[in-house]
């Protein structure tokens, strides 16, 4: 029996295997994911990254309940790592305060009017902030994004875009989805969750 520990290093999604048998440890990143995935004839069915459809940041839009959610461009390419969808229209405050919430954020950061109508979003997980004068020009009121520099949020002033800035952490929150794709291909593997928590920040 293969016991899989999934868990995140150096910013990606890897996973840990303990072979039963012997004490041998080894640890593969995205490449072991695609290799298992080619396994059954779908090579990008798994990508953290957040390129593919129902990558990443497809599952952090559906834990916002963004609807009509789209990727720039369409057709997934290495460029697409943003999805883009509606909310109800709020204030950016009202919906950072939703967002830390649901996310389980201790702290976030907020650029822009907090009194500014939010109505369509962009999601980016990891360091997302040199993409928010983009999603301004698509129409989008704010972005939400795991990582922002001073440089990018002073763009985004001004071009009155809404920043909300979360942690890399709520990519861990794909886990639990990489698990039970995983569990359903590989029947005779289980996969265990990583408790660690490796974010290296913390909110006073």
């Given at each position: 029996m293969w016991?899989?520990?999934?868990?995140?290093?150096?910013?990606?999604?890897?996973?840990?295997?303990?072979?039963?048998?012997?004490?041998?440890?080894?640890?593969?990143?995205?490449?072991?994911?695609?290799?298992?995935?080619?396994?059954?004839?779908?090579?990008?069915?798994?990508?953290?990254?957040?390129?593919?459809?129902?990558?990443?940041?497809?599952?952090?839009?559906?834990?916002?309940?963004?609807e009509n959610v789209y990727s720039i461009p369409e057709v997934p390419t290495s460029e697409s790592y943003m999805r883009i969808g509606?909310?109800?229209?709020?204030?950016?405050?009202?919906?950072?305060?939703?967002?830390?919430?649901?996310?389980n954020e201790e702290g976030i950061r907020i650029v822009g009017d907090l009194d500014k109508p939010v109505k369509k979003v962009a999601v980016l997980g990891g360091s997302g902030g040199n993409f928010a004068v983009q999603a301004k020009k698509l129409g989008c009121d704010c972005i939400i994004t795991g990582e922002v520099k001073q440089n990018n949020a002073i763009d985004a002033l001004e071009y009155n875009m809404g920043i909300i800035e979360v942690s890399h952490s709520v990519e861990a929150l794909f886990k639990e989805y990489i698990k039970n794709m995983l569990s359903s291909q590989f029947a005779n593997v289980e996969f265990i969750l990583s408790k660690k928590d490796v974010n290296p920040f913390k909110c006073l």
């Open positions: 016991h899989w520990h999934i868990f995140k290093a150096d910013g990606h999604a890897a996973l840990s295997a303990n072979v039963a048998q012997s004490a041998h440890k080894f640890q593969i990143n995205i490449v072991g994911f695609l290799l298992m995935t080619a396994i059954i004839n779908d090579p990008m069915a798994i990508n953290p990254g957040g390129i593919r459809h129902n990558g990443m940041n497809d599952h952090l839009a559906s834990i916002l309940g963004l509606e909310i109800e229209k709020t204030t950016l405050a009202q919906f950072a305060y939703f967002v830390k919430e649901t996310f």
